[in-house]
């Protein structure tokens, strides 16, 4: 394609207020990224939509021989006004689109139709479902070095966070600057689901579970780079995500919003399905609450609770500690701090899946845990027995606020006198007070007269104390 002396309008690469604040700015046609031919990522094309004296520039992946993946939102003009498709063409097959290189071969198709995501809704900024797919008038002859259809994710493929990962694209090469033509590529890591840079740290991004976001600590997408398509960096690529927004300055290391095209939803509409099913979204009304009776000590209980999802998803908790472990994880809402758990801050994330796909959100983290309160074991006056006659014994102890579990006491004679004998309650939840078991035990016929010490052990939850009771065994009343 000749150089055209034609006033240029590039995809708009802008996250949402939310992200744009938490994140770096945008970079170009892969600001600081390598220029490259094509045969390294055959299946990028260049979309153009003429409208007017004025080009829109975008990037897209080739599906098969009739069809392009690209941005929703390359599909329109500054305006909101949506392109038709006989102003779109598509341009595989060059690794410059203004001064194609002798290896290229160049294959310049018009759009018969185009299927955009039912949930897609026009914005300035970045929107939910931003995925679309063109329909080529001619079939592109694929097989060969410069222009081949890439893979989308198995049915069922977990989140790629941290994977290592790829986008070309014709953007910008300089935030300030229009791009000079050329393909270029950078390489960077998929965040963890949910994550976009800092935001990561407050909160999690909207609708995670048909986004993703990825960066490069040397390089960054830019306006132009719109739609193009993220892929793994291995020996067979898949594609994992359709480039929607970034940092509104194109900076390196910038982090960018991507469709994710390993979702349900998205992955079904792209093969066809009009009406996908839709991943659980949240709401004004959705919640997510991490609860606990203070104090917030070893053996409390914390509690995590959600509702008011979008898509009727089924639900399951996993607790967390700032510092990337996991205390437990499954379909249990609660869970009990034990003695490792001790100085760590714990957060609950909640995964919300149907068929659509899975979203997750987060708790605040809490305060760091405290040590085991102490129990207090209180009198235990001295008993009398007769060899083969029975003891009981009155075991009482106060417990403060904040443990969990068994509550309970074990009286353990000398061999030569009895048998250990135990008592407990279950299921305490918190609660401070005195707790009493009244234990007892028959004394062996062959004990002998005199003085013993029956070993005393109380628990209440992680908590627990000691003490001994006297005894005299007697052979006569």
């Known amino acids: 394609?000749?150089?055209?002396?034609?006033?240029?309008?590039?995809?708009?690469?802008?996250?949402?207020?939310?992200?744009?604040?938490?994140?770096?700015?945008?970079?170009?046609?892969?600001?600081?990224?390598?220029?490259?031919?094509?045969?390294?990522?055959?299946?990028?094309?260049?979309?153009?939509?003429?409208?007017?004296?004025?080009?829109?520039?975008?990037?897209?992946?080739?599906?098969?021989?009739?069809?392009?993946?690209?941005?929703?939102?390359?599909?329109?003009?500054?305006?909101?006004?949506?392109?038709?498709?006989?102003?779109?063409?598509?341009?595989?097959?060059?690794?410059?689109?203004?001064s194609p290189l002798g290896s290229d071969q160049e294959q310049q198709r018009l759009v018969t139709a185009v299927r955009i995501h039912p949930g897609y809704v026009w914005s300035a900024i970045s929107s939910s479902d931003d995925v679309a797919v063109?329909?080529?008038?001619?079939?592109?002859?694929?097989?060969?070095?410069?222009?081949?259809?890439?893979?989308?994710?198995?049915?069922?493929?977990?989140?790629?966070?941290?994977?290592?990962?790829?986008?070309?694209?014709?953007?910008?090469?300089?935030?300030?600057?229009?791009?000079?033509?050329?393909?270029?590529?950078?390489?960077?890591?998929?965040d963890p689901q949910g994550a976009c840079g800092l935001l990561g740290d407050t909160g999690v991004i909207p609708d995670n579970g048909i986004t993703l976001c990825a960066s490069s600590r040397a390089s960054a997408t830019c306006n132009g780079d719109s739609g193009g398509g993220l892929v793994t960096t291995g020996a067979s690529p898949v594609l994992v995500g359709v480039l929607s927004g970034g940092p509104v300055s194109c900076q390196p290391g910038?982090?960018?919003?991507?469709?994710?095209?390993?979702?349900?939803?998205?992955?079904?509409f792209i093969l066809g399905a009009n009406n996908p099913p839709r991943a659980p979204r949240e709401t004004a009304r959705t919640y997510v609450n991490l609860t606990w009776e203070a104090p917030l000590v070893v053996g409390t209980r914390l509690t995590c609770a959600s509702g008011g999802w979008v898509g009727d998803p089924r639900l399951a908790y996993a607790f967390r500690t700032t510092g990337g472990g996991v205390l437990g994880a499954g379909g249990a809402p609660s869970l009990v701090l034990d003695a490792h758990d001790r100085g760590r801050s714990v957060y609950c994330e909640v995964t919300a899946t149907n068929a659509g796909g899975t979203t997750l959100d987060l708790t605040n983290a809490t305060t760091p845990v405290g040590p085991v309160p102490p129990l207090r074991l209180l009198p235990l006056p001295a008993v009398h027995a007769l060899p083969g006659g029975l003891v009981r014994v009155r075991i009482a102890f106060r417990a403060p606020l904040g443990l969990n579990g068994t509550f309970g006491a074990c009286l353990s004679p000398p061999a030569r006198i009895g048998h250990r004998i135990?008592?407990?309650?279950?299921?305490?939840?918190?609660?401070?007070?005195?707790?009493?078991?009244?234990?007892?035990?028959?004394?062996?016929?062959?004990?002998?007269?005199?003085?013993?010490?029956?070993?005393?052990?109380v628990v209440a939850?992680?908590?627990?104390?000691?003490?001994?009771?006297?005894?005299?065994?007697?052979?006569?009343r």
């Open 1 to 98: 394609m000749a150089p055209v002396a034609r006033r240029w309008r590039l995809g708009v690469l802008a996250l949402t207020a939310a992200l744009a604040a938490a994140c770096a700015a945008p970079g170009g046609a892969v600001v600081g990224g390598a220029a490259i031919r094509v045969q390294a990522a055959p299946w990028t094309v260049f979309i153009e939509q003429q409208s007017g004296s004025s080009r829109f520039l975008c990037t897209g992946t080739i599906l098969d021989a009739t069809h392009v993946l690209t941005a929703a939102h390359c599909l329109f003009g500054e305006d909101g006004v949506r392109a038709t498709p006989d102003s779109l063409s598509v341009e595989a097959g060059v690794s410059d689109i203004e």
């Open 134 to 190: 063109l329909t080529l008038a001619d079939p592109l002859t694929l097989g060969g070095a410069t222009a081949r259809a890439v893979s989308l994710p198995l049915p069922g493929s977990r989140f790629p966070d941290d994977a290592l990962v790829g986008v070309a694209a014709f953007g910008r090469e300089q935030p300030t600057t229009l791009p000079d033509g050329s393909l270029n590529w950078l390489v960077g890591r998929v």
């Open 254 to 268: 910038g982090h960018s919003l991507y469709t994710y095209t390993g979702a349900p939803e998205i992955r079904n």
């Open 422 to 457: 135990c008592a407990s309650l279950t299921d305490q939840h918190g609660g401070a007070g005195v707790f009493a078991f009244a234990l007892g035990f028959r004394v062996s016929p062959a004990a002998p007269a005199g003085a013993a010490r029956l070993a005393v052990e």
């Open 461 to 476: 939850g992680a908590a627990s104390a000691h003490g001994t009771v006297g005894l005299r065994v007697t052979r006569s």
